[in-house]
T-cell receptor
Framework: KQEVTQIPAALSVPEGENLVLNCSFTDSAIYNLQWFRQDPGKGLTSLLL?????REQTSGRLNASLDKSSGRSTLYIAASQPGDSATYLC????????????FGKGTHLIIQP | GAVVSQHPSWVICKSGTSVKIECRSL??????MFWYRQFPKQSLMLMATSNEGSKATYEQGVEKDKFLINHASLTLSTLTVTSAHPEDSSFYIC????????????FGPGTRLLVL
């Protein structure tokens, strides 16, 4: 059974810092990996989706990498801003593209002004 | 495009009553929809996979008789929590996968259920 772990569970940094969030998964046979943002009491906002054949994706200040063989992904946030404060969730799809996602518990990020 | 709605956005009900939550794909057809549950300070857990025109597939530990899922059309799936109890209080989120686009899911905004 696929398990997804995110480290750290919580992170608080001053505004402007670059930071890295980590995600690991136990079964490397994934279809894709996705990073989401969740604000308190809200739904999910998809940030980046990496197909199993890809190694990274970039969107603005966000960069996500994928090392499928080692079961790891990182989300890099450049020049962090207070508006980046949220919980960041990593999720993998382990089937053939038609399965539900397995989520990590998330990293709760606080960017101090 | 690719908008998924959920209704209601929040609901409070008495213990023992049933609650129906709707998940709609507004601008695309979805052969498959998924239902997730999120308890406070926990991550999302997949409850079931809903396929249009067929029975839902439930994850281990999810009671199919308690969480009734109906996917009667390509744009609508419903989750009914039957005889709700306080421990069913949670945040329920659906996602929809566009027909013919494997590996893509669009998430709804979620429904917060509080059972008194």
């Amino acid at each position: 059974k696929q398990e997804v772990t995110q480290i750290p569970a919580a992170l608080s940094v001053p505004e402007g810092e670059n930071l890295v969030l980590n995600c690991s998964f136990t079964d490397s046979a994934i279809y894709n990996l996705q990073w989401f943002r969740q604000d308190p009491g809200k739904g999910l906002t998809s940030l980046l989706l990496i197909q199993s054949s890809q190694r990274e994706q970039t969107s603005g200040r966000l960069n996500a990498s994928l090392d499928k063989s080692s079961g790891r992904s990182t989300l890099y946030i450049a020049a962090s801003q207070p508006g980046d404060s949220a919980t960041y969730l990593c999720a993998v799809e382990s089937g053939g593209g038609a399965d539900g996602l397995t989520f990590g518990k998330g990293t709760h990020l606080i960017i101090q002004p | 495009g690719a908008v998924v709605s959920q209704h209601p956005s929040w609901v409070i009900c008495k213990s023992g009553t049933s609650v129906k939550i709707e998940c709609r794909s507004l601008d695309f057809q979805a052969t498959t929809m998924f239902w997730y549950r999120q308890f406070p300070k926990q991550s999302l857990m997949l409850m079931a996979t809903s396929n249009e025109g067929s029975k839902a597939t439930y994850e281990q530990g999810v009671e199919k008789d308690k969480f009734l899922i109906n996917h009667a059309s390509l744009t609508l799936s419903t989750l009914t929590v039957t005889s709700a109890h306080p421990e069913d209080s949670s945040f329920y989120i659906c996602s929809a996968s566009p027909s013919g686009r494997r590996g893509t899911q669009y998430f709804g905004p979620g429904t917060r259920l509080l059972v008194l």
